[in-house]
């Protein structure tokens, strides 16, 4: 079975520190890899993201041209695909050409991901972010391996 993760977990107190941990997290991914950020609204998924995005020169900034869930990052050779599936209908999911940006060999963040049933993938990373007390949130990151 090919089912184990690696896993981390993480406390922070701030969303800045939530985007700093996003930040060091960003150093871990590679070509091809996918993100499945998971947690309640508000609980930081955005906000982990923006650390990515800066660790990756938050720069390039487009707003793609086929839907509006995705925001598309260029960095030196490499894209970054921020998807937030929270307003898509679950059927839906695969009419938007969603593998276009997955199987890209670029890096996609997803939030909502559990809408993407079926996008299992060798270099899946969970995210997944509980609200633990008012400024504090629990980040588990797993690896599939
Ligand atoms: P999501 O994308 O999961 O809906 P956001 O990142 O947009 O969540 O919003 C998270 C909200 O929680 C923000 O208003 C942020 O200020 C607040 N917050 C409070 N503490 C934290 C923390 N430790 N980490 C991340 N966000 C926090
Ligand atoms: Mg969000």
Same mark, same amino acid.
Do not use: C
């Given at each position: 079975?090919?089912?184990?993760? @690696?896993?981390k977990?993480?406390?922070?107190?701030?969303?800045?520190?939530?985007?700093? %941990?996003?930040?060091?997290?960003?150093?871990? %991914? @590679?070509?091809? $890899? !996918?993100?499945?950020?998971?947690?309640?609204?508000?609980?930081? @998924?955005?906000?982990?993201?923006?650390?990515?995005?800066? =660790?990756?020169?938050?720069?390039?900034?487009?707003?793609?041209?086929?839907?509006?869930?995705?925001?598309?990052?260029?960095?030196?050779?490499i894209?970054?695909f921020? !998807? $937030?599936?929270?307003?898509? @209908? %679950?059927?839906?999911?695969?009419?938007?050409? /969603?593998?276009?940006?997955?199987?890209?060999?670029? !890096?996609?963040? /997803?939030? &909502?991901?559990?809408?993407?049933?079926? =996008?299992?993938?060798?270099?899946? &990373?969970?995210?997944?972010?509980?609200?633990? =007390?008012d400024?504090?949130?629990? !980040?588990? /990151?797993?690896?599939?391996?």
């Open positions: 079975g090919t089912n184990t993760f @690696k896993e977990v993480f406390f922070t107190k701030t969303p800045q520190k939530t985007s700093d %941990l996003g930040e060091k997290f960003a150093a871990e %991914l @590679k070509s091809g $890899d !996918i993100v499945f950020l998971k947690g309640d609204l508000g609980s930081g @998924k955005t906000t982990f993201t923006q650390g990515v995005v800066k =660790a990756f020169g938050n720069k390039g900034f487009a707003r793609s041209s086929s839907f509006m869930l995705v925001n598309e990052y260029n960095a030196d050779g894209k970054l921020h !998807i $937030d599936l929270y307003r898509l @209908k %679950l059927s839906s999911v695969w009419d938007i050409g /969603i593998e276009e940006y997955l199987y890209s060999g670029n !890096i996609s963040l /997803i939030e &909502w991901a559990d809408r993407l049933v079926g =996008a299992e993938n060798d270099n899946r &990373w969970n995210v997944e972010i509980e609200n633990t =007390a400024t504090e949130r629990k !980040i588990k /990151i797993e690896k599939k391996k």
